[in-house]
């Protein structure tokens, strides 16, 4: 997997062919660098949510919406407004908030995250 197949939505990377921050397919895991673009806006997460923001379920563009752009092959836009960058799809940072507000009220991953840990327990592989 080369550079080239990724995508940027938004400032954050992606792998082109699934859309996954996380990829395991692909071998690919982005939220590092994504989580690196948005350390300002996300401020302190520690005091937000007892979990470490590395830790976060990976988001996925097409998920959100993600299209290649009609004007331009190298820029996604999204399905709803038709917009590059879309600020109301793309805002990654009300996304991983949201999820973060979700874990300190129900005190565990949202469901998509727990089952894949619960899984990999039920076939012997430490989560």
């Avoid at 992606?14 to 690919?28: I, M, P, S």
């Avoid at 937000?48 to 379920?57: I, T």
Wanted: glycine share 6%; with cysteine; hydrophobic share 35%.
């Amino acid at each position: 997997m080369g550079l080239t197949d990724n995508i940027v939505v938004k400032d954050f990377m992606f792998c082109a062919e699934h859309g996954d921050e996380y990829c395991h397919k692909c071998c690919c895991d982005h939220r590092m660098g994504n989580n690196v673009r948005i350390e300002d806006e996300l401020g302190d997460m520690s005091e937000f949510f007892e979990f470490e923001v590395e830790e976060r379920q990976p988001i996925n563009a097409y998920a959100h919406g993600a299209v290649v752009a009609v004007q331009t092959e190298e820029s996604y836009e999204c399905e709803s407004h038709r917009k590059v960058d879309c600020e109301k799809c793309f805002d990654w940072v009300a996304i991983i908030k949201k999820e973060a507000e979700t874990i300190e009220e129900e005190g565990r991953w949202p469901t998509a995250r727990r089952s894949w840990t619960v899984g990999a327990v039920d076939v012997g592989v430490e989560a």
